[in-house]
């Protein structure tokens, strides 16, 4: 079965510092996708980044990047100069093959220090 | 870029009653998604709803509970039935937007129920 693991229930960081959420997952299909994604205390769900199993590299959205360790299932983001408004939940996503039904961690709550 | 809009944003509504949450995207997808968010808690897909077919519900969700609607390729409706405070959650309905398994979310609907 699939599963998705963040164990930072909390995390802190100073503003325009960077900072490293983790996300480990498990699954045995060779084919399967990884996603973060922002919850701002609004509760709408914003993407941020998506990694495919079978990329070579580690994605990269503007300030977001993901740092994919396949071997280790690892897939971690990292947000470089943190902003006041990086504070909300990060989520992280998986996806086997041939479906859409995301399996989401339980989320690392964000808050950025001025 | 495309837009998902959700209505009502929000609702307290009282135990036993019925409500039903509306979600318009603004151009044709043929799946979309409903999750729930309990408080505190990760995203859980309730159900995908198909044009033109019963939706499809994931384990512990049944169609008498949470009835969906899906009318045309740009519209569909979840509604909870009979709530109870245990119902209390965040819906959101998404679609894969860009073809490329990536999933868009609504900003969600927060329920209490009392």
């Known amino acids: 079965a699939q599963k998705i693991t963040q164990t930072q229930p909390g995390m802190f960081v100073q503003e325009k510092e960077a900072v490293t959420l983790d996300c480990t997952y498990d699954t045995s299909d060779p084919s399967y996708g990884l996603f973060w994604y922002k919850q701002p205390s609004s509760g709408e769900m914003i993407f941020l980044i998506y990694q495919g199993s079978y990329d070579q590299q580690n994605a990269t959205e503007g300030r977001y990047s993901l740092n994919f360790q396949k071997a280790r299932k690892s897939a971690n983001l990292v947000i470089s100069a943190s902003q006041l408004g990086d504070s909300a939940m990060y989520f992280c996503a998986m996806r086997g093959p041939g479906t859409y039904k995301y399996i989401f961690g339980t989320g690392t709550r964000l808050k950025v220090l001025a | 870029s495309a837009v998902i809009s959700q209505k009502p944003s929000r609702d307290i509504c009282q135990r036993g009653t019925s409500l039903t949450i509306q979600c318009q995207v603004d151009s044709q997808v043929t799946m979309m998604f409903w999750y729930r968010q309990q408080p505190g808690q990760s995203l859980t897909l309730i159900a995908t709803?198909?044009?033109?077919?019963?939706?499809?519900?994931e384990s512990g969700f049944v169609i008498d509970k949470f009835p969906i609607s899906r009318p045309n390729l740009t519209f569909s409706t979840l509604t909870v039935s009979n709530m109870s405070p245990e119902d209390s959650s965040i819906y959101l309905c998404?679609?894969?937007?860009?073809?490329?398994?990536?999933?868009?979310f609504g900003a969600g609907s927060r329920l209490t129920v009392l």
């Open positions: 709803a198909n044009q033109g077919s019963e939706a499809t519900y």
């Open positions: 998404s679609v894969d937007l860009t073809g490329a398994n990536v999933l868009t």
